[in-house]
């Protein structure tokens, strides 16, 4: 339980965690200013319809459903909506029904959505080019730590459960450190560990 506030700088001073949690925050305040940047240099009216776009242009048609983006961003249906009905008005994405199921739809971007989603993609470049800064294997680091953090959330039911090694049936360990694939049959290097994973299959799928 924590009892002292992470966000207090006596407190930080002498609090490894806290101090973590703080940076964290500090990370997503980044995240939240490259994307209104991008946003408003484009003339979109809200950070989610960067998010979408970029989403769009390389999820498979099979996820592209406002259900599923609903359940990846951790926002309701409704918002959503909203955002793929701006979309739309600007020319940038289109519904077609879907084949399998006649009630649901499955979004695209138009020639103008893909253009739009390559130039907005780039809001991300920063913090990929502050990450590159490191050595490798704090990069490697780095990564296994996030998605054990993850992970940890997703036990939490802070974020939806992602579609990454460590929530899927086909993973196991081996060793204190080994991460195994039991779908290809080898271990992983942790650079072989996927935040979103084609093949995932959630533990206790049948």
Same mark, same amino acid.
């Given at each position: 339980?924590?009892?002292?506030?992470?966000?207090?700088?006596?407190?930080?001073?002498?609090?490894?965690? @806290?101090?973590?949690?703080?940076? %964290?925050? =500090?990370?997503? *305040?980044? !995240?939240?200013?490259?994307?209104?940047?991008?946003?408003?240099?484009?003339?979109?009216?809200?950070?989610?319809?960067?998010?979408?776009?970029?989403?769009?242009?390389?999820?498979?048609?099979?996820?592209?459903?406002?259900?599923?983006?609903?359940?990846?961003?951790?926002?309701?249906?409704?918002?959503?909506?909203?955002?793929?009905?701006?979309?739309?008005?600007?020319?940038?994405?289109?519904?077609?029904?879907?084949?399998?199921?006649?009630?649901?739809?499955?979004?695209?971007? @138009?020639?103008?959505?893909?253009? %739009?989603? =390559?130039?907005? *993609?780039? !809001?991300?470049?920063?913090?990929?080019?502050?990450?590159?800064?490191?050595?490798?294997?704090?990069?490697?680091?780095?990564?296994?730590?996030?998605?054990?953090?993850?992970?940890?959330?997703?036990?939490?039911?802070?974020?939806?459960?992602?579609?990454?090694?460590?929530?899927?049936?086909?993973?196991?360990?081996?060793?204190?450190?080994?991460?195994?694939?039991?779908?290809?049959?080898?271990?992983?290097?942790?650079?072989?560990?996927?935040?979103?994973c084609p093949d995932f299959e959630a533990v206790g799928h049948a």
């Amino acid at each position: 339980m924590v009892k002292e506030s992470i966000f207090n700088p006596d407190h930080q001073a002498g609090s490894v965690p @806290s101090k973590v949690v703080a940076a %964290m925050e =500090r990370l997503s *305040e980044a !995240f939240r200013v490259l994307l209104w940047n991008e946003a408003k240099h484009h003339g979109i009216s809200s950070t989610i319809q960067i998010q979408l776009l970029t989403f769009l242009l390389y999820y498979p048609e099979s996820k592209r459903t406002v259900t599923y983006l609903a359940n990846y961003f951790n926002m309701t249906k409704a918002t959503i909506s909203d955002a793929v009905k701006s979309l739309e008005s600007k020319g940038l994405v289109q519904r077609k029904a879907s084949e399998t199921d006649t009630r649901s739809h499955c979004l695209y971007l @138009s020639r103008e959505g893909k253009s %739009m989603a =390559r130039k907005a *993609e780039k !809001f991300a470049h920063p913090m990929q080019m502050a990450v590159l800064s490191l050595p490798a294997d704090k990069q490697n680091a780095l990564l296994e730590q996030l998605l054990k953090l993850i992970g940890n959330l997703n036990e939490q039911g802070v974020i939806t459960p992602q579609s990454m090694c460590a929530n899927c049936r086909y993973y196991a360990t081996k060793g204190r450190t080994g991460h195994y694939c039991t779908l290809v049959q080898r271990m992983f290097r942790i650079v072989d560990l996927k935040l979103d994973c084609p093949d995932f299959e959630a533990v206790g799928h049948a």
